[in-house]
């Protein structure tokens, strides 16, 4: 399968993208925006950030959203495939992108928290080389606990 990958500094003018964007959030994420606070945050926010898109021929099948926190440090703040191209490594070659990326920008580390019961992301944020940080308890409105990760890129 042949992905393709656009990386975007914010802030971008493009409603129908970013919709697009929020509805696979929606559809794929546990913990996902509503359609104003992805508006809000590409389009108008203050904070600098990347985001990236993940395309098979023209699709956008899935994607990565960064703060940059500052001049050295990142967050990111969401990544997803859509669920039927997961299982293919295709995170994995967009992780090595967007990192080629993020070092354009000088940025030398990258921080995020994930869902302690999110086995998959977990597996798959420590192949590409993120450590643990610490545990958040309760983090989510939920009640789980969270971890925070921190890799060196
Ligand atoms: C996390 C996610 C982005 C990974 O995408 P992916 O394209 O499936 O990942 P890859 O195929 O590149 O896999 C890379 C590694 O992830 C892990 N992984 C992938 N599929 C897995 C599965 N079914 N079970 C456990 N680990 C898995 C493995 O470590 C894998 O490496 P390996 O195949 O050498 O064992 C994807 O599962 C996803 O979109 N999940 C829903 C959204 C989400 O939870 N995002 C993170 C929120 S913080």
Redesign the pocket.
């Known amino acids: 399968m042949k992905f393709t990958y656009d990386f975007l500094s914010l802030p971008v003018d493009e409603v129908n993208l970013i919709s697009t964007v929020a509805k696979l959030d929606r559809d ?4 996902f925006w509503s359609e104003d606070a992805w508006q809000d945050f590409c389009r108008y926010g203050r904070q600098e950030g990347m985001i990236g898109l993940i395309k098979k021929n023209e699709e956008v099948v ?1 994607f990565g959203l960064w703060h940059i926190i500052d001049e050295r440090r990142s967050e ?1 703040l ?6 039927c ?11 090595l992108a967007a990192v080629l990326e993020l070092k354009k920008l000088q940025v030398h580390s990258c921080v ?4 302690a019961t ?11 080389g993120f450590t643990t940080l610490a545990t958040r308890k309760s983090f989510y409105s939920n009640g789980r606990d969270a971890i925070s990760l921190i890799c060196e890129i």
């Open positions: 794929e994420m546990l913990y899935g990111l969401k990544i997803a495939v859509k669920t191209y997961r299982g293919h490594e295709v995170a994995l070659g967009f992780w995020l928290e994930v869902d999110n086995l998959r992301a977990l597996a798959f944020y420590r192949k590409v």
